[in-house]
Nanobody, 114 residues
Framework: QVQFVESGGGLVQPGGSLRLSCTTS????????LKWYRQAPGKEREFVAR????????NYADSVRGRFIMSRDSAKKMTFLQMNDLKPEDTAMYYC???????WGQGTQVTVDS
C-alpha cells in the first residue's frame, strides 16, 4: 500500500537548519507531484512546499519561500525538505504526501526553540 515515512526532525535553535527526509513506497514514484505539509499544535494542517513529477517546478508557501528548499530523488524514491534560517513559528509536525495519493504518514516533529 501507499506509505510515507518522514524523518529528520528535531530540536534546533532559531537560525539553525534541518533536513527532512521522506521515504515513499507503494506507487510509481515518477507519476505524481509530492508535497510537504505541517501542523502546529492547535492549528490546521497547512501547505509548505510542492515539487512536480519532473523535479523542475517547485512551489512554496509565502512563509517559507527563500528559506526552505524541496527536492526529490527518483532512484531512492525519496523527497527532502532543506529548512534554513528556522524560526520558532516553524515549530510543527511535518508530513509528506503525494498529489495522486493523498494519505499521511506519522510525520516528523520540528521544534525551533532557544
Amino acid at each position: 500500500q501507499v506509505q510515507f515515512v518522514e524523518s529528520g526532525g528535531g530540536l534546533v535553535q532559531p537560525g539553525g537548519s534541518l533536513r527532512l527526509s521522506c521515504t515513499t513506497s507503494g506507487f510509481v514514484f515518477g507519476t505524481t507531484a509530492l508535497k510537504w505539509y505541517r501542523q502546529a499544535p492547535g492549528k490546521e494542517r497547512e501547505f509548505v512546499a510542492r515539487i512536480d513529477e519532473t523535479g523542475r517546478r517547485k512551489n512554496y508557501a509565502d512563509s517559507v519561500r527563500g528559506r526552505f528548499i524541496m527536492s526529490r530523488d527518483s532512484a531512492k524514491k525519496m523527497t527532502f525538505l532543506q529548512m534554513n534560517d528556522l524560526k520558532p513559528e516553524d515549530t510543527a509536525m511535518y508530513y509528506c504526501t503525494a498529489d495522486r495519493y493523498p494519505t499521511w504518514g506519522q510525520g516528523t516533529q520540528v521544534t525551533v526553540d532557544s
